[in-house]
C-alpha cells in the first residue's frame, strides 16, 4: 500500500488537476483508522509531508483557480479529517512527527493565505471553511503538546491574527452582533465564525503559552472586549437549552477566549477584577455560567478527547471556576451558597470521560462542600482514587504529565483538597504519603501538601515512620535557604512534635510582657484586621498581632504569642479555614485553654470542616451582618462576658482527627429530651450544631411543636412536594434556593430523632409495664 500511495503522491506533483489520482489519495486517507495509523504514518512519512506541504501551497494560492473543483474540496476536507485524528492519536507517533506533518514550511505561505482572506468579499465563501478547519487544527495541536515549544511560524500565524483580527473593529462588531437576546440565524456566516472561533481559538492558544506576549497585554484586551463578552453571556443564558450549534461555537470559545486573557498575568484576581468590576454583575455572570453548565445535553456530549464545543466549553468554565476560587476570597462562599451548582458539578465529575473536567470537577466540589456534605455524598473514595491515579502516572511518565495535565498543576489542585479533613483520612488509609514525599525532591509544592495533611493523626504516624524524611525535614530546617519553604518545614515539624498542654513556656517569653488578645486571621483579611486591632488598643486592650508575617521559625512566635495571650480572637473566613497556620494556632490556643472569640469576616461564609469542630456552637460576632462600629460594640461586650468552665468535651474518633473536639462555653444549652419543649433556640442551636446553617435561617421562628409538625409531613408526605413547599418559602424569605443536600440532611436527621424518640418511648413503656408487675408479683 504505501508503495501506491508514494507513487501517487509523485503523480499528484506532474498532475495536480488528475481527477482519478486525487481519488485514490482520498480512498488511502479515508481507510486509516486508529489501528493502522501509526503504521501508515510510518511507512509513508515522506509521502505524506509531500502532501501536507502542496496542501498548504494551494491553500496560499489564488482559491478562485481551484476552489470550485468538487475533488479538491473532497480532498481538503478527508486531509483536515485525517489531521485530525493524527492530533488526537496519543499512542505510538512521536510529537515532533506531528509537528513535521502539520506545520507549513515557512511564514510566507502563512501571509499568501492572509492575502487570499483578504481578497474575500463573499462572506460564505469556501475557502474560508476550509481555512477555518485547517488553522482549527494548529489550535488542537498546540493544546494537545502543550509541552511542546510553539514554532516560530506558528507565533508568526498568532501575532498576525491579534494584531489584524482580534483588534480589528470587525471582531467588535461580532461580538456587538452577539450581544442581542434575539440573534437572527443569519448573522453566523463563515467569516463571522472565522473571526469568532478561529481567530479566538489561536490566539488563545497564544495567550496560555509562556511566549513574551509583548505588544499584546490582557488587561488592554480586557477592557476592549470584557463588556461586550458579559452581555453576551448574560443575554442567553437562560435561553441555553434552545442555542444553535452556531451561537453554541461562539460563546464556547469567547469564554475559552476571556478565561484565558483572565490567566495572563501572575495577579489572576486583579484580571478577573478588570473583567467583572462590579459585585452583583460578578454574581449574575457566576450565576449565568452555572446555568450554561448544567446543561444536561452538554454533558452527554463531553468526549475524551478535547475536540469538540461541548467538551471546550465545560472544560474552560470549571478550570475558570477553580481558579478563581483559589484567588478571589468570596467566591468560594458565593458559589457555596449556589446549592444547585454542587448537584450540576457531581453529574459532570461522575459522567466525563475527559480526566481534566473530572479532575476540575471534583477540586471544585472540594471547595464547596463542607466536610459533612463529602461524606454524605460519599466521593471522597472516588476523588481521592481518581486523583491518585492520575498522579501517579504523571509521576512515572517522561514527560510528567498524563492526560497532558503536568504534574505542578494536578499538585496544585491537590493543595485544596488536601486541607479537607476526609480528603486526608482517605490519603492515611490508601498510604499515599509516600508519593507526596518522592515528589517532594523535584517539586516543592507537595511540602505544602504534606503539611496540610499532617494535621491528620494517621498521617503524622506515618510521616515519623520515615526515617529518611524525617531527617530530610531536619536538614532543610536547618539549611534552606528559601524563607517560604522553611516556614513550611517549621509547620510540618510542629504538627509532627506535637507537645500540646506540655510544652513550657520559653525563657524567651517569661519576660513579664503579656496580652489580653491575640488576633489569629489570614493575611488577606489584614485591612479589616488592622482596623479591629486599632478599635481595641483604643478601648485599653493590650493586643499582639503580626502584621509583618514573622520571618525563622513562625511556629515558635506563634506559640509564644498564645502563651502570653489571655484570649484568642479567631478571624473566620474561607482563607482561615484554608491557612496551616491558621489552624495550627486556632489548635494551640485551644490546647493552652484560651478564651476563644470567634469573629465572621467574610459575607457568605459558613464555618466548617476543622474550623466549625473547633468553635462549636461558639456564639460569633458577624461582622458582615452589622456596620462596623456596632459590630464592634458587639465584639468588645463579648470580650467581657465572663468565661464559663463547665465545658462539654466531645472526642471525635482518631481516624477523622484525634485532637478536633468540639466546645460549648457560656454555658451548657441542656435540651429537653421531649422535642414539644424546645424553645426557639433550642431549634436554631440544634440546626447549626448539625451543619444545616440554611434551614437555620430558613427556620428562624420554629420551636420544638414546630419542629415535631414539620418531621410529621416530611414523614407523612411526597418529599418532593415538601422540596417544592420549602423551596418557595426560602425564594420568599431568604430569596435563594433551597439546599438539596440540606434538605436530604435534614429529613434523615428528623426521621432518625423521631425514630429515637419512638424507641424510648417504647422502653419507658416496656419499664413502666415490668414496674407494675413487678409490684403486683412482690405484693
Not at 477592557?223 to 437549552?241: F, M, P, Q, S
Not at 450565576?287 to 464545543?309: A, M, P, V, Y
Not at 465545560?314 to 449556589?338: A, M, N, P, W
Not at 474518633?653 to 424546645?678: M, R, T
Request: charged share 20%; with cysteine.
Amino acid at each position: 500500500m504505501e508503495n501506491n500511495f508514494e507513487k501517487l503522491i509523485a503523480d499528484l506533483l506532474l498532475t495536480p488537476s488528475s481527477n482519478n489520482i486525487l481519488n485514490q489519495i482520498i480512498v488511502h486517507l479515508q481507510q486509516q483508522t486508529d489501528e493502522l495509523l501509526p503504521s501508515f504514518i510510518t511507512q509513508s512519512f515522506q509521502s505524506l509531508l509531500i502532501l501536507e506541504q502542496w496542501t498548504w501551497k494551494l491553500l496560499g494560492e489564488e482559491s478562485s483557480e481551484w476552489i470550485q473543483q468538487s475533488n479538491y474540496l473532497e480532498l481538503l476536507d478527508t486531509l483536515t479529517l485525517f489531521n485530525l485524528t493524527l492530533i488526537f492519536h496519543n499512542n505510538d507517533i512521536e510529537t515532533d512527527i506531528k509537528f513535521s506533518l502539520l506545520i507549513p514550511e515557512n511564514t510566507e505561505i502563512i501571509d499568501k493565505i492572509f492575502n487570499e482572506i483578504e481578497k474575500i468579499e463573499n462572506h460564505n465563501d469556501p475557502f474560508l471553511r476550509i481555512i477555518s478547519r485547517w488553522f482549527d487544527n494548529l489550535s488542537y495541536l498546540v493544546h494537545e503538546h502543550a509541552q511542546f515549544p510553539i514554532s516560530p511560524i506558528i507565533i508568526h500565524l498568532c501575532q498576525h491574527i491579534g494584531h489584524n483580527y482580534i483588534l480589528n473593529d470587525q471582531y467588535k462588531f461580532y461580538l456587538t452582533q452577539l450581544c442581542q437576546t434575539q440573534i437572527p440565524q443569519s448573522i453566523f456566516t463563515t467569516k463571522q465564525l472565522f473571526y469568532i472561533k478561529t481567530c479566538s481559538f489561536l490566539f488563545r492558544m497564544y495567550i496560555c503559552s509562556k511566549l513574551d506576549k509583548s505588544p499584546f497585554k490582557g488587561n488592554e484586551l480586557l477592557e476592549r472586549y470584557g463588556n461586550d463578552y458579559l452581555k453576551i453571556i448574560l443575554a442567553h443564558y437562560h435561553t441555553v437549552n434552545s442555542w444553535s450549534k452556531e451561537l453554541l461555537t461562539c460563546i464556547t470559545h469567547l469564554i475559552d477566549f476571556i478565561c484565558a486573557c483572565c490567566w495572563w498575568g501572575e495577579d489572576n484576581a486583579l484580571y478577573i477584577q478588570i473583567l467583572i468590576p462590579s459585585e452583583p454583575i460578578f454574581y449574575e455572570y457566576i450565576q449565568g455560567l452555572i446555568q450554561i453548565i448544567g446543561e444536561k445535553t452538554f454533558h452527554e456530549r463531553i468526549t475524551s478527547q478535547w475536540c469538540n464545543d461541548e467538551t471546550i466549553l465545560i472544560d474552560s468554565t470549571l478550570i475558570f471556576f477553580l481558579g478563581s476560587l483559589l484567588q478571589i476570597k468570596d467566591l468560594s462562599c458565593f458559589i457555596r451558597s449556589e446549592t444547585i451548582l454542587s448537584n450540576i458539578i457531581l453529574a459532570i465529575a461522575q459522567q466525563s470521560c475527559y480526566d481534566r473536567i473530572s479532575l476540575c470537577a471534583y477540586g471544585i466540589l472540594a471547595e464547596i462542600l463542607s466536610d459533612e456534605q463529602l461524606k454524605e455524598l460519599k466521593i471522597t473514595h472516588n476523588i481521592s482514587e481518581f486523583f491518585f491515579r492520575i498522579l501517579e502516572l504523571a509521576w512515572h511518565h517522561p514527560t510528567q504529565r498524563c492526560k497532558r495535565i503536568p504534574i505542578p498543576q494536578l499538585l496544585t489542585g491537590f493543595l485544596t483538597l488536601s486541607k479537607n479533613d476526609a480528603i486526608q483520612q482517605k490519603t492515611a488509609d490508601l498510604n499515599k504519603i509516600s508519593l507526596f514525599i518522592d515528589i517532594s525532591e523535584q517539586y516543592p509544592i507537595a511540602f505544602k501538601i504534606i503539611w496540610a495533611l499532617s494535621f491528620n493523626h494517621d498521617i503524622q504516624q506515618q510521616l515519623c515512620s520515615s526515617r529518611v524524611f524525617m531527617n530530610k525535614l531536619t536538614l532543610l530546617k536547618e539549611e534552606c535557604k528559601n524563607e517560604k519553604l522553611r516556614k513550611i518545614i517549621f509547620g510540618i515539624l510542629w504538627n509532627l512534635e506535637w507537645k500540646g498542654l506540655d510544652r513550657t513556656i520559653s525563657s524567651e517569653v517569661s519576660d513579664g510582657k503579656t496580652f489580653d488578645i491575640m488576633i489569629s486571621y489570614s493575611h488577606k483579611d489584614e485591612f479589616i484586621c488592622k482596623q479591629i486591632y486599632e478599635e481595641l488598643t483604643k478601648n485599653g486592650y493590650r493586643v499582639w498581632i503580626d502584621f509583618d508575617q514573622i520571618y525563622g521559625n513562625v511556629m515558635d512566635a506563634m506559640a509564644q504569642a498564645i502563651e502570653k495571650s489571655q484570649m484568642i480572637l479567631i478571624c473566620m473566613s474561607e482563607q482561615y479555614r484554608r491557612s496551616n497556620y491558621c489552624r495550627a494556632e486556632a489548635h494551640y490556643a485551644f490546647q493552652r485553654e484560651l478564651k476563644i472569640v470567634p469573629i465572621l469576616l467574610q459575607e457568605h461564609y459558613q464555618p466548617d470542616g476543622w474550623l466549625l469542630f473547633l468553635i462549636g456552637q461558639l456564639l460569633y460576632v458577624d461582622f458582615t451582618k452589622y456596620e462596623f462600629p456596632r459590630a464592634m460594640e458587639l465584639l468588645i461586650q463579648e470580650l467581657k462576658a465572663p468565661v464559663i468552665k463547665e465545658t462539654q468535651l466531645v472526642t471525635t474518633q482518631s481516624k477523622q482527627d484525634i485532637n478536633s473536639i468540639v466546645s460549648l462555653s457560656h454555658g451548657l444549652l441542656i435540651f429537653p429530651e421531649n422535642i414539644h419543649e424546645w424553645t426557639q433556640i433550642h431549634v436554631q442551636n440544634w440546626l447549626i450544631g448539625c451543619n444545616l446553617r440554611q434551614m437555620a435561617r430558613l427556620l428562624y421562628d420554629f420551636d420544638g411543636p414546630s419542629l415535631h409538625s414539620l418531621t410529621e409531613l416530611i414523614t407523612n408526605s411526597n418529599s418532593q412536594e415538601i422540596l417544592t413547599l420549602l423551596q418557595e418559602d426560602s425564594l420568599r424569605r431568604l430569596n435563594e434556593s433551597i439546599s438539596l443536600l440540606e434538605f436530604a440532611r435534614l429529613r434523615t436527621l428528623l426521621i432518625e430523632k423521631q425514630r429515637l424518640m419512638e424507641v424510648k418511648h417504647e422502653v419507658k413503656n416496656n419499664n413502666s409495664t415490668f414496674n407494675i408487675f413487678h409490684q403486683c408479683h412482690m405484693m
